[in-house]
């Protein structure tokens, strides 16, 4: 039960975890050939975009704490 709240709690740092990460596994596996990438997820600069939305929800974050006190 913990799990599933604490899931609940923090999903969209969860969501930017998990696209960080599956990003340079697609990188790696398209080098090797095993799979064509569309032409548009090579300029789809996604190391920058999760900076941008994680820093974009710890201000979200920290901001909501500060409202509560």
Same mark, same amino acid.
């Given at each position: 039960m913990t799990v599933v709240h604490l899931l609940r709690k923090a999903w969209p740092e969860f969501i930017v975890l998990f696209s960080s990460m599956a990003y340079p596994i697609i990188r790696i596996v398209a080098d090797v050939n095993r799979i064509?990438?569309? !032409?548009?997820?090579?300029?789809?600069?996604?190391?920058? !975009?999760?900076?941008?939305?994680? !820093?974009f929800i710890l201000l979200y974050r920290s901001e909501e704490k500060d409202n509560k006190r």
């Open positions: 064509n990438l569309p !032409t548009w997820f090579e300029y789809f600069d996604i190391p920058t !975009t999760s900076l941008f939305l994680m !820093t």
